[in-house]
């Protein structure tokens, strides 16, 4: 397998090559040349573990690692950090079904790829004899920085900086990522959004001046965020995962289709599920649910993608994005690898804020079906799910589940559906307690409390005594004085 830049260059790498480097050099996102197809047998894996089927998923994309290598990274990440014995337990709630992907350390489904990646980039810096220091520079809406900070703790050869915005993130994300650990870590708040955070990212990956003052230190960087193919390629896995369980619970019967829908930021998620299908995973629509920042929602339905617009802090944060990232990916596999074009749209969202598909790419898009949630609906998702099931939702889960209750009503496609679950609700406990009781208490730690009490839903390992942990980064940056603060932190580390 091949990885190709999305705005062209004859450059082709491996695997391990395109996990070390994150980015490709002109700007673009690495892409798989060609999909690989699930063998003709797939549906007899419902006997099989997690484990075996994230590895026989991988192994096609990842065919550079050696096969027990493979086996032993994939052992390694999903192993008794995960609270659930099936790592991701799809989950019945009257009649829709939820995949949920936040049993892992830091209760969002971050974990599901970050708990992976790290053993991915060892074992990458192995094969190809990379001797720099790796420093994962990761822009965050609030759920990656955590998990790429515990995936990243402490690792060999790495170093890893987080940059957050400092409103906007839950007081529970937030407090996750000041008190972790590791002498390897770097957590800055900055004052901006998620999207001045990610540009800022991309400047310093992209800023040679910024490459050259580390290479002397003999650190390069890479990204763990879903920019970086390791990401992504884990998160394939499970929408195969789903598909097996939804015939194992008899709610689907071999050769038939099911829908998958997924509360999207960055368009990491939903793109994963759109590989998995491209690999012959039977998958009808692909349901792209929005909060108020609902670029994705116009793009899908009129083809322009436009920025121009405010942007909104809402109670699903890690949503809150205008700029997604791997749509860039999408574009170019449906134009047919046209990077020419990839690079006209890119551009000109840069100097005009907008850009019009070509109608062969509309065509390929009609696979989606996209939509929005306010946050009154997010909260009255989130209490009328739970009054009528006692399924507690996150608020981005409910994003997704008040879209996909307009689906069904607009489209009448009862065609069994999965929930990506991305997130536990005790991340968000403030805005869960506030929609199920009607009082905000204002105090993340006190509704988290309150929320285990009235529900008796086990509160997740990694969030017990968060509140009571050292806070260790403090630091809140501009975004002028972003760039020496990182290369303060990394060189003087
Ligand atoms: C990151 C995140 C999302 C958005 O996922 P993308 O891959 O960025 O589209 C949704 N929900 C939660 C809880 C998240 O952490």
Same mark, same amino acid.
């Given at each position: 397998?091949?990885?190709?830049?999305?705005?062209?260059?004859?450059?082709?790498?491996?695997?391990?090559?395109?996990?070390?480097?994150?980015?490709?050099?002109?700007?673009?996102?690495?892409?798989?040349?060609? /999909?690989?197809?699930?063998?003709?047998?797939?549906?007899?894996?419902?006997?099989?573990?997690?484990?075996?089927?994230?590895?026989?998923?991988?192994?096609?994309?990842?065919?550079?690692?050696?096969?027990?290598?493979?086996?032993?990274?994939?052992?390694?990440?999903?192993?008794?950090? /995960?609270?659930?014995?099936?790592?991701?337990?799809?989950?019945?709630?009257?009649?829709?079904? *939820?995949?949920?992907?936040?049993?892992?350390?830091?209760?969002? /489904?971050?974990?599901?790829?970050? &708990?992976?990646?790290?053993? %991915?980039?060892?074992?990458?810096?192995?094969?190809?004899?990379?001797?720099?220091?790796?420093?994962?520079?990761?822009?965050?809406?609030?759920?990656?920085?955590?998990?790429?900070?515990?995936?990243?703790?402490?690792?060999?050869?790495?170093?890893?900086? =987080?940059?957050?915005?400092?409103?906007?993130? &839950?007081? $529970?994300?937030?407090?996750?990522?000041?008190?972790?650990?590791?002498?390897?870590?770097?957590? *800055?708040?900055?004052?901006?959004?998620?999207?001045?955070?990610?540009?800022?990212?991309?400047?310093?990956?992209?800023?040679? &001046?910024?490459?050259?003052?580390?290479?002397?230190?003999?650190?390069?960087?890479?990204?763990?965020?879903?920019?970086?193919?390791?990401?992504?390629?884990?998160?394939?896995?499970? +929408?195969?995962?789903? +598909?097996?369980?939804?015939?194992?619970?008899?709610?689907?019967?071999?050769?038939?289709?099911?829908?998958?829908?997924?509360?999207?930021?960055? *368009?990491?998620?939903?793109?994963?599920?759109?590989?998995?299908?491209?690999?012959?995973?039977?998958?009808?629509?692909?349901?792209?649910? &929005?909060?108020?920042?609902?670029?994705?929602?116009? /793009?899908?339905?009129?083809?322009?993608?436009?920025?121009? !617009?405010?942007?909104?802090?809402?109670?699903?944060?890690?949503?809150?994005?205008? =700029?997604?990232?791997? %749509?860039?990916?999408?574009?170019?596999?449906?134009?047919?690898?046209?990077?020419?074009?990839?690079?006209?749209?890119?551009?000109?969202?840069?100097?005009?804020?907008?850009?019009?598909?070509?109608? !062969?790419?509309?065509?390929?898009?009609?696979?989606?079906?996209?939509?929005?949630?306010?946050?009154?609906?997010? !909260?009255?998702?989130?209490?009328?799910?739970?009054?009528?099931?006692?399924?507690?939702?996150?608020?981005?889960?409910?994003?997704?589940?008040?879209?996909?209750?307009?689906?069904?009503?607009?489209?009448?496609?009862?065609?069994?559906?999965?929930?990506?679950?991305?997130?536990?609700?005790?991340?968000?406990?403030?805005?869960?307690?506030?929609?199920?009781?009607?009082?905000?208490?204002?105090?993340? *730690?006190?509704?988290?409390?309150? %929320?285990?009490?009235?529900?008796?839903?086990?509160?997740?390992?990694?969030?017990?005594?968060?509140?009571?942990?050292? $806070?260790?980064?403090?630091?809140?940056?501009?975004?002028?004085?972003?760039?020496?603060?990182?290369?303060?932190?990394?060189?003087?580390?």
């Amino acid at each position: 397998m091949q990885y190709v830049s999305t705005r062209g260059g004859s450059e082709k790498l491996r695997a391990a090559q395109a996990i070390i480097r994150g980015i490709a050099g002109n700007r673009g996102l690495f892409v798989p040349e060609m /999909f690989p197809s699930l063998p003709e047998n797939f549906t007899d894996w419902t006997v099989l573990p997690y484990q075996e089927v994230a590895v026989r998923v991988l192994q096609p994309f990842l065919d550079d690692y050696p096969a027990e290598v493979l086996g032993q990274c994939v052992k390694s990440a999903y192993d008794d950090k /995960f609270a659930a014995a099936e790592v991701a337990p799809l989950i019945k709630a009257g009649d829709t079904c *939820f995949l949920e992907l936040y049993h892992g350390r830091t209760a969002a /489904f971050k974990d599901m790829a970050l &708990s992976l990646l790290p053993h %991915l980039l060892t074992a990458a810096l192995k094969q190809e004899d990379e001797q720099q220091q790796i420093a994962i520079l990761t822009a965050t809406s609030g759920d990656t920085g955590k998990a790429a900070l515990e995936g990243f703790a402490d690792v060999p050869g790495t170093q890893i900086v =987080v940059l957050y915005p400092h409103v906007g993130v &839950s007081q $529970v994300q937030e407090r996750q990522m000041t008190t972790q650990e590791g002498t390897n870590t770097h957590v *800055f708040g900055i004052r901006g959004n998620f999207d001045d955070a990610q540009r800022a990212v991309k400047k310093l990956f992209n800023d040679e &001046s910024v490459a050259q003052k580390l290479g002397i230190s003999g650190i390069r960087f890479s990204s763990a965020n879903s920019i970086n193919i390791g990401r992504l390629v884990p998160q394939v896995a499970y +929408y195969v995962w789903a +598909y097996l369980q939804m015939l194992k619970q008899e709610i689907l019967k071999p050769g038939e289709a099911m829908n998958v829908v997924v509360p999207t930021g960055n *368009f990491g998620n939903i793109l994963a599920a759109w590989y998995a299908r491209e690999m012959g995973l039977p998958v009808n629509r692909l349901i792209c649910a &929005s909060n108020r920042n609902n670029v994705l929602t116009d /793009f899908i339905t009129t083809g322009t993608y436009d920025v121009r !617009r405010n942007f909104h802090i809402t109670t699903s944060p890690s949503m809150d994005i205008l =700029v997604s990232s791997n %749509l860039e990916r999408l574009l170019y596999h449906l134009s047919g690898g046209d990077s020419d074009q990839i690079k006209g749209f890119m551009q000109a969202l840069e100097t005009e804020g907008r850009y019009t598909v070509s109608s !062969r790419i509309r065509k390929g898009l009609e696979g989606f079906y996209a939509g929005y949630a306010d946050e009154a609906e997010t !909260r009255e998702a989130i209490a009328s799910l739970y009054q009528k099931h006692q399924y507690l939702m996150d608020p981005h889960t409910a994003v997704a589940h008040k879209v996909y209750r307009d689906f069904l009503q607009e489209t009448g496609d009862t065609t069994p559906a999965v929930i990506a679950a991305t997130a536990s609700a005790y991340k968000f406990a403030d805005t869960v307690t506030e929609a199920l009781w009607g009082t905000p208490l204002g105090d993340g *730690f006190a509704a988290v409390k309150e %929320l285990h009490q009235k529900t008796g839903v086990p509160i997740p390992v990694g969030l017990k005594g968060l509140e009571e942990k050292p $806070v260790r980064h403090k630091t809140t940056l501009d975004q002028s004085g972003i760039e020496t603060a990182v290369l303060d932190a990394l060189k003087g580390s």
